[in-house]
């Protein structure tokens, strides 16, 4: 190494950690993280919500150099997730480098580095900026007239207001997603009234959640080697049985996913009436897929209602639907998504020639491999733009991301480059070969979902997670601008 670098970490979630732990493996010391919270943890932080959880298997959803033998079942809750965080934070040194309360609100380009500017004050120069500020991060509000009229305590999902007492109220809960269903299925029998209200139906796939036995984990503890071979088991299951098929739409594993998802819906809503309401007009896969075995037994839940019927207004004494009926409630809960669109900003970057990344993204944000963003030399995402989101472990993709970025990293230490960027043309290729693709993915096969841009292209990886592996594992230097 000739030359050395400061790093700037964005974000203090599974892949800043990540990323501090993996600087530090390689040798560099010189990096702080920025946190504009006051602890770690990223969207397991900020989802607190009653029954949250992770729909990826916890062995393949952990760091393959900190496994952890005492997950608590196959898919396990957040509260769980979040202190794994924190453990490997703590043992891995992680926690000095973290400057917690520090939000990051301007990154520019001058002179061959990064200044870095927070809210706080004060003005910092870098090498080189990760940005690790995530995907499901901005609560999308939904445009519905009158929610500040309401009399009762309303709030997002991801904003969860654990002052308000549940038991015995009135609960609504708008949106039909994963945080919905797994709200639901926790206060169905402890809400005096749950509502769900419904746009679109889901497909639910009813995968079981057993809990692992005191047996397993002390196995797992004694053979370190066991949970290497289950997470290869589960990462080879998931690829092939579901990250290469929806990518597909005619590949015979979506065929058999759409069969698993209508079995469990015939089989398990009794009332043909509901059932029907809950029976989705599109593809399985084409929106996001439901993990859950118990949603269609809460819903069934004498306390809880299925709602229809569009909202109209929201009013001080509840929500009225399009049949002029009042539905009264204590609180409602908006479970209605992210701002899938923002990754770096509202953070404001200025990039090489003083050109702005809100300028280089005015019509849609776009990144070569969804990690380089031409004219931002040295400025690296992972998680970036048309990545592979979903039902994915997104420590797989960043572990992925992070080790081809070190490669470019290596170049900047080594003095064979002062800057690296993607180069215009390489991402314009990459971005019609990507618009192309995804044309034969089941996300275009007839559904609305936070997938698709406005042009209705799905904004993520339209290929193989075998494709993505190899692409991640060099560098096409050919496709890069280099600064020597």
Known sequence: MTRPLRFAVIGAGMAGILSAIELRQAGFDDVVVYEKADTLGGTWRENTYPGVACDVPSHLYSYSFAPNPDWSHTFSPGPEIREYLER???????????????????????????????????????????????VLHHP???????????????????????????????????????????????????????????????????????????????????????????????????????????????????????????????????????????????????????????????????????????????????????????????????????????????????????????????????????????????LFMLNGPNGPVGNFSLIDVAELQFAYVMQLVERLAEGAAREVCASQPATERFEAARVEAAQKTVWVTGCRSWYLDDRGIPAAWPWTMDRFREEMAAPRLEDYDLVR
């Not at 934070?89 to 002179?111: D, K, Y």
């Open 140 to 378: 999308a509000y939904p445009d519905i007239e009158g929610l500040d009229d309401f009399g009762g305590a309303v709030f997002h999902s991801a904003r969860w207001d654990h002052r308000v007492p549940l038991e015995g109220a009135r609960v609504g809960v708008v949106g039909t997603g994963s945080s919905a269903v797994q709200i639901v299925r926790a206060l169905a029998g402890a809400a005096g009234r749950l509502d769900l209200y419904q746009r679109t139906a889901q497909w639910v796939l009813p995968v079981p959640n057993p809990a692992f036995t005191d047996e397993e984990r002390a196995r797992y503890r004694a053979q370190p080697e066991a949970m290497r071979d289950l997470r290869e088991e589960l990462s080879k299951t998931f690829t092939e049985g579901f990250a290469n098929a929806v990518v597909d739409a005619e590949s015979p594993q979506v065929k058999m996913l759409e069969e698993l998802c209508r079995a469990n819906l015939e089989t398990n809503v009794v009332d043909p009436e509901l059932r029907e309401k809950l029976r989705p007009g599109y593809r399985a896969a084409c929106k996001r897929l439901i993990i859950s075995p118990h949603f269609y037994e809460a819903i069934q839940h004498p306390n809880a209602r299925l709602v229809t019927d569009a909202i109209v207004r929201v009013e001080r004494e509840g929500v009225r639907t399009v049949d002029g009926e009042l539905h009264e409630l204590d609180v409602l809960v908006l479970a209605t998504g992210f701002r899938v669109d923002r990754f770096l900003r509202p953070i404001e970057v200025t990039g090489r020639g003083g050109v702005s990344l809100d300028t280089a993204w005015a019509k849609r944000p776009t990144a070569y491999l969804s990690i380089s963003v031409p004219e931002f030399p040295n």
């Open 88 to 134: 490997v934070a703590r043992e891995h040194g992680v926690l000095e480098r973290i400057r917690f309360g520090t939000e990051v609100t301007r990154l520019e380009r001058s002179n061959g580095r990064w200044t870095v500017e927070a809210a706080r004050g004060g003005r910092e120069h870098v090498d080189v900026v990760i940005a690790a500020t995530g």
